[in-house]
């Protein structure tokens, strides 16, 4: 029996550090501000843990002129420029260095950023009121 727990312990904590659980789950920060990468075709997940919305202005800096981005809501509500999106709605736009966008998630809400460009794309967010 002792054997049977420990196995299934093992097998879990292997199971969830894997990198298919960890790399793409991310969590918004209380920090004032903060900093991430999106890789070329590679969606990132945001989840919103906390039980207020959670508002951020991020500037964006690219190799590239123009990089095709897409939002995503997963989970509850949130918007992408002040447009609001509700669970399952996306949204498309093309951001270029220097520009900066207002992102949204509700309390217990889930966005989904991906990059479709060619080279990465980094956010320096700072809270937003």
Not at 94 to 101: E, T, W
């Amino acid at each position: 029996m002792l054997r049977k727990i420990g196995l299934t312990a093992l097998f879990s904590a292997c199971i969830f550090s894997s990198s298919a659980f960890s790399a793409t789950q991310q969590l918004f920060s209380l920090a004032s501000s903060y900093e991430f990468t999106l890789p070329p075709n590679a969606p990132q997940v945001f989840n919103n843990i906390f039980f207020w919305p959670i508002n951020a202005n991020c500037s964006i800096t690219s190799n590239n002129e123009s990089n095709l981005f897409s939002f995503t809501v997963l989970r509850k509500a949130g918007s992408l420029n002040s447009i609001s999106l509700s669970q399952g709605d996306a949204m498309v736009l093309v951001v270029r260095p220097g520009d900066v966008i207002h992102i949204t998630a509700e309390s217990g809400g889930r966005i989904e950023l991906t990059n479709h460009g060619d080279s990465e794309i980094k956010a320096s967010c700072s809270n937003a009121r």
